[in-house]
Every structure is written in C-alpha cells, then in structure tokens.
C-alpha cells in the first residue's frame, strides 16, 4: 500500500511539473533567451563551433541551439514565422530559393539577411588504393545519369563504357541521400555542367525547363549510384573498403582522412584548399547563414553570434581549422559589411 | 446383433528387433538434433552479443581516457594582461586566453607544440585562475589536455608525426594518460578532448520521468479498468484491439504524431524533453496496459472473492488486494517499455532533439537532447576523435539499460508471491 501511496505522489508530483512547463514554455508571443539555428548538416559543425566560442567570449550566455535538419527542412521551419517559437538562423549549403523566400515572405519573415560563411568543396574521393580516376562532369554526368541527355535508361557498366580513357571497373559511387543539400550541389555543380556539354540540352532547357531539369540532374536507381544516408563518415568507411568505388562529400571529411583516401581531379584540378577557395575546383559551393533581422533586437546575443562568424571565417580563423574553407576576400568583406549593417536581403536576386 | 470381429492377435512389441532398434535410434537422432539447434540459437546470439561487447569495449573504452601534457606556465613572463584583485568572468574573456595559451605552451614545449594541446585546453587555464587568482604570481605546472592527434597517437594508433612527438614527450615524462572525468561531467561540444555525455545523461533522465509520469498511471488504470470493471461487450473488443496495435506501431509514427499535435497544434517548446517525454509516453504505455492486464489477470479469483466475502468494496479489492499483488508484474513491464523508450531515437528527431545543445537543460521545458541521440550526433561528426567517444557514450547507454533491467528483476523478486 505504501509503495502505490509514493508512487501515486510522485506521479503527481511530476504531472504538476509537466503543466507548468505547458504554461511557461507553450505561450506563442513568448520570448527566449538563447539561440536557435536550423538547417545543413555542412553548416552543423561551424554553427556549434562558433557557438561554443560564442558562450567562451560572452560568459553568462546560454549555448546556442544548433539543430540539424538538412538545408531544406531548415528552411521550412526558418520561414514559417517570426517569434520565440521560430528558430533565428537557417543554416544552408546552398543559396535561398525563390521558393522559399516567398514562404518566407508569405508567413511574415520580411526581413532577411544573407550572410555567406565560406566555402565547401562537394569533393569527389576515392580510397588510396584506388586506381586514381581523373574525371570531368561530362564523365560523371554520363555515369550516374538516369536518362543521359534523353535518350533512355543508363546502360553503362563499368568506366570504360564511359570514356575509353578509364579503367573497367564496374561504376560505383557512394554518395548523399536527395534530402541532402549536398546533393543538391552534386546535382547544380557537376551534373548539369555535364548535362549542357550537349548543345542539345540547351534547346530543351529553352523549351520545358522541367524536362530540362529532370533529364540533368535524376540519378540512376539500378545500384551503380549508392544513397549512403547524411552520415559522411560512413561514405569514409565505405570507400576504405573498396578501392574502385567513388565517393562524394565535403571537402572537410576529405580533409580529415587524408590518410585512407585521396582526392579525385575534376577538369584537371585537384581538389585542395585553394583550388576550392577560389572556386577553380568545379564542386565548390558557398556556405550561408539566414538571419531575421526581426529577431535581432528580441534575442540575446544574436549580434554577437554573427560577430563571432565574421571573427572566424578568415582563412586563418577557426572556422578554417575545422575544414570550412575561407571565402574569398571580395566576398568575406561583403559579408562582414551584412553582419554589421544587417543588409537585407533582396528577393529579386534569388533564383 | 452381429458377430464380433475377430481380432488378430497381437505380438508384443519386440524391443530387439532390427526395426524397432533403428525407430529408437532415430528418435534419439532427433532429440539430439533439436537439443544441437537450440544449443546452436544461444551460441549465435551470445556470440553476436559478445561481438558488440567487445567491439564497443575494445573502441569505447579509449574514450573515457584523455591524455594530458603538463606544461610549466610561468604567469608572471606570460604576456597576459591581468588584475589578480579583478577577476571577473567578463575580464577572463576578454583577456585573450587562447592567444596567451598558445604562447605559454610554445615557450614551454617548443615552436610546434601549440599543435599538441587541445584548442580548448585555455579553458583549463581559465578555470585554474578563477579558482585562485594568486596563482597569477607563481610559476606553475599544470596538466593540459593534449589534442585529438596527440591522445589518439598516446593511446597507439596515431600520425607518424604525432607519434614523434608523444614520443619526445613521454621520454621528458610529461605526458600522461588518466581518466577522463570530464565525459561524465560536461556536454556536447565541438572539441572531442573537450565533450561529455552530462547533458545528453539528464535530458535522458527528465525525458524518462515525464514519460513515467505519463505513460504509467495512465496504462495501470486502464488495465485495471479492462480487466475489473469493463463490461465484455464489442466496445471493450475495439479498445483491446486498438491497443494491441498500438504497441506494434513502427517509432517513427508517435513522432510524426508529436511534431503534429505537442508542437504544431499545442505549440509546447521544441526539442524540449517534455515533447519527447509526452511522445515516448505514447509508445510506453500500450506496453504498459498489456504487461498490466496480465499481472492482473494472473491474480487467482479466490482473493478477490475471499476479500469480497469479508465485506471489502469492489474498490478496497482492487487497491488492497488485487493491485499489490499484480505489482511486480506491471513494474516489470514498465521497465521494459522504458527500457524501450530509453533507447528510441527516431521520434525525437522529428520533434527537434537532434540538435546541438551545450548548455545540460534546466527543466523539463530547457531544449535537451537524449543520449541515442547524442550517439548519432556524434557518429557523424568530422574529427577522429569523437569516435571513441561515440562508442564511449554507447557503454554509457549499454550500462544505464543493464541498470533498468536489473532492476526490474530486483522488482520483480521482492514482490513476486507465490500461491
């Protein structure tokens, strides 16, 4: 009897806490003291390392919240209004969407500013032990393609179908699941270049920019292009293991695991920190923050987060050493000018 | 009437014959296989276990070591610009720590030893000058941590360059290798040296209590309800279907369900260990009404009816008699479903607890992260560091479990009554 009488009073007990917590936490006009970030899984690593740098300079501040939910499910939940309830900052790897923006619009998010971090190199890799593939996005397009340039499935088996030039080992590449972001570059840098190779493709893009699209950038679904979900690391492992296989990611786990893999040339360049910075390396995309500019004055510290982004986004900062590459100057300056100025963003600009 | 049937006569069974003696060693053949079969299940699954074991030990326990440099700093000739009657938290930050850090650990162990401390070892430094402020007269020794590449290559398997230096380091005795109670005591961090498992440990536990709080008053009471009270009628078939099913349902669909109502409909706080309390608290409690009925159930008629005879309410029998005795079996059942909850990952992704968060939550409201999560985070992270902390914080996980489970058969043998 006794045991129900405990447990039945620190069931109560809890329950009482629970409806507090409803109370205080569930008001919609509520405010908040710390910083929410969502977005790109490539942005998740910078956004906590600044963060921890954030709390270290400013003592008595609540760490920041940095939730990784890919850029485009960030951007979803950035967009969908203004308030304590809503995060302050998407994090993406890759620009705003039209699209987007006027969801963002439409749910009165008006003012945005765009900040770019840096760079991310979308590296194409290969284990040590691999035969050093030298690739151009012709290749590639012409490998993973599902429908290359229209004219019906994928047939290619091995390299060499692909370009004499290649060894016959079968395709195989390890790569981003289409939720990714990373994909998203995959698709946009590499492949469409690829794709417009053909004179062809220009006139279809004129005629249905849908079809044009699908015929670019859809990937083969017969098992040559493998979805290894946004775990990087795996892809690491994976091409350990197999020395014919490609991999895709960023340039940062390239970086990191210089000791079991090696970079593959794309048009001749290699991918290392400066071909990427200054975007010779065809996979090189830019890095950006979105920041309300609504919340600025209603969130504490959210000005020095930003301040704190633009202190290390040099290409000696810290950002650096964790394998985020340098913007460069022309554009970092730009960005220093946006986080001081808050500029917002203009929404004719987005594609 | 008929005639009877003439019945042949029959032998008896001659036990030596060749036929029966091949029956017999066929019978015995067969039990021998099935014994060999079930012999065989246990082996496998021992043996897959005994793999996880192993390899979470053999990576995991690495990770709750950290190597740490003890370098002299000599406050004094350090170019740091500090009032020691003035130490504030605001003056600490502003005194440039990492700059000076770097400089101290130059001077002491050479030009390219700044690599070897870990980017947050100035934390250490900071923490030491808060404590005692005098310290900043006096030449000291104090233990840094060492970087990801210094402790991976201290614990064997590192870059030829940072095996030279552990080398030169350990020849000069300044390098040691102890354990690391900061796994246990701080959060998530960037800086694999420099991360713990604390925060993720108490979102776990608050999410836990919430769910408890929710899921077992509310499963008991209808498995009582079922079981005494409900008249057997189709409604009562529905609702017991309704939960069977219920129990079977995939994780991910509680979460969907919480992202929809908890924080779409009822707007309570993001990845708050209430949302994810309250939604595990869905999942827990089919099990719990299931697990309860049957306790119920196994409680022989004869008590009811004696305590009924005596002159009991229906009431005082079921919380007298009747819910005592089912009591070990309703715990037990508890704790399996938190065991359940406790290592379930996929709803609290939809509701927002895959996130970074430093700061180890306040109160139930606080954003918190749980310690599945934790290790999912983790695995994904760039630097090689993190994963033996990854595997580390898995023992954690493997150990909290283990301590659940004992518990419920500790539970279970104290109440346990035999009739």
Avoid at chain 2, 186 to 195: I, K, R
Avoid at chain 2, 270 to 283: K, Y
């Amino acid at each position: 009897m006794k045991h129900i009488a405990l447990l039945a009073a620190t069931t109560a007990a809890a329950l009482t806490l629970a409806g507090c917590g409803q109370q205080s936490g569930g008001a919609a006009g509520g405010t908040r003291d710390q910083i929410r970030a969502v977005g790109s899984s490539t942005v998740y690593p910078f956004a906590t390392a600044i963060a921890e740098m954030f709390v270290q300079g400013n003592p008595g501040m609540k760490s920041p919240i940095v939730e990784s939910t890919g850029t485009g499910g960030g951007m979803k939940l950035f967009c969908a209004g203004v308030g304590a309830q809503h995060p302050d900052i998407a994090d993406a790897s890759r620009r705003m969407k039209k699209s987007e923006y006027e969801d963002c619009q439409k749910n009165g998010v008006k003012d945005i500013i765009e900040i770019q971090i840096g760079v991310d190199g979308l590296a194409f890799a290969e284990s040590n032990k691999g035969p050093g593939f030298k690739l151009t996005p012709k290749i590639v397009y012409e490998a993973l393609a599902a429908n290359p340039y229209g004219k019906g499935p994928n047939k290619a088996q091995t390299w060499k179908d692909v370009d004499p030039s290649l060894p016959a080992t079968a395709i195989s590449v390890f790569g981003p699941p289409s939720t990714s972001g990373t994909r998203d570059s995959l698709a946009e840098l590499i492949l469409t270049k690829g794709c417009e190779t053909d004179p062809a493709m220009g006139e279809l893009k004129k005629k249905s920019e849908d079809e044009f699209k699908a015929t670019c950038t859809r990937v083969r679904e017969d098992g040559k292009y493998v979805d290894s979900g946004e775990n990087d690391n795996l892809i690491v492992q994976k091409l350990a293991a197999n020395p014919n296989a490609l991999g895709v990611f960023g340039f940062s786990y390239l970086e990191e695991n210089k000791d079991m893999l090696k970079d593959v040339s794309i048009n001749g360049v290699e991918a290392t920190y400066e071909t990427v910075s200054t975007g010779t390396y065809p996979g090189a995309r830019p890095l950006y923050i979105y920041v309300k500019k609504a919340h600025m004055t209603a969130i504490p510290g959210l000005q020095a987060y930003l301040n704190a982004f633009a202190a290390n986004w040099g290409p000696d900062g810290a950002l650096a050493k964790r394998g985020m590459v340098a913007a460069p100057e022309a554009v970092r300056k730009a960005s220093a000018e946006a986080v001081k100025s808050l500029t917002v963003l203009d929404g004719s600009q987005l594609k | 009437m008929s005639a009877t049937p003439t019945v042949p006569k029959r032998l008896p069974t001659d036990w030596k014959s060749d036929a029966m003696r091949k029956r017999i060693a066929r019978r015995y053949a067969a039990e021998r296989r099935f014994k060999l079969a079930g012999l065989l299940a246990v082996g496998l699954s021992a043996a897959f276990l005994a793999f996880l074991l192993f390899s979470m030990l053999g990576n995991g326990l690495r990770g709750f070591t950290r190597t740490e440099i003890a370098v002299q700093v000599d406050f004094p000739a350090s170019p740091l610009l500090l009032d020691p009657n003035a130490i504030t938290d605001q003056a600490l930050a502003n005194a440039n720590l990492p700059m000076v850090t770097g400089a101290v650990v130059k001077k002491a162990l050479g030009a390219d030893a700044e690599e070897w401390v870990s980017p947050t070892a100035w934390t250490v430094l900071r923490d030491r000058i808060k404590a005692d402020p005098r310290i900043l007269g006096r030449i000291e020794t104090i233990k840094l941590p060492a970087s990801t590449a210094i402790d991976l290559a201290a614990k064997s398997q590192g870059s030829p360059d940072a095996e030279a230096a552990v080398n030169r380091l350990s020849k000069a005795r300044l390098i040691s290798t102890g354990f690391n109670w900061g796994f246990l005591t701080l959060s998530d961090g960037t800086d694999p040296t420099q991360v713990g498992i604390w925060g993720a440990f108490k979102g776990t536990l608050l999410t836990m209590l919430v769910t408890l709080a929710l899921s077992f008053p509310v499963g008991v009471a209808t498995a009582v309800y079922l079981e005494e009270y409900a008249r057997k009628n189709w409604m009562t078939d529905v609702i017991e279907v309704s939960i069977n099913n219920l129990a079977a349902v995939p994780s991910i669909i509680f979460g969907l369900l919480g992202l929809s109502i908890f924080l779409n409909v009822l707007h309570l706080p993001r990845s708050a260990s209430l949302v994810g309390g309250m939604t595990l608290a869905l999942m827990t409690m089919p099990v719990i009404v299931i697990a309860g009925r049957n306790a119920i159930k196994s409680v022989p008629p004869s008590i009811r009816d004696a305590a009924l005879g005596v002159g009991a309410s229906p009431v005082q029998v079921v919380f007298h008699h009747v819910l005592p005795l089912a009591l070990p079996g309703i715990l037990t059942g508890t704790i399996i479903g938190m065991a359940r909850a406790l290592g379930e990952t996929a709803p609290l992704l939809m509701i927002g607890m895959r996130a970074f968060i430093a700061t180890p939550p306040g109160g139930i409201t606080d954003p918190a992260t749980v310690l599945p999560v934790q290790i999912f985070l983790w695995s994904d992270e760039v630097s090689k560091g993190f994963v033996e902390k990854t595997s580390a914080a898995i023992i954690v996980l493997l150990v909290f479990l283990l301590a659940m489970n004992g518990l419920a058969i500790y539970l279970r043998n104290k109440f346990e009554r035999r009739w």
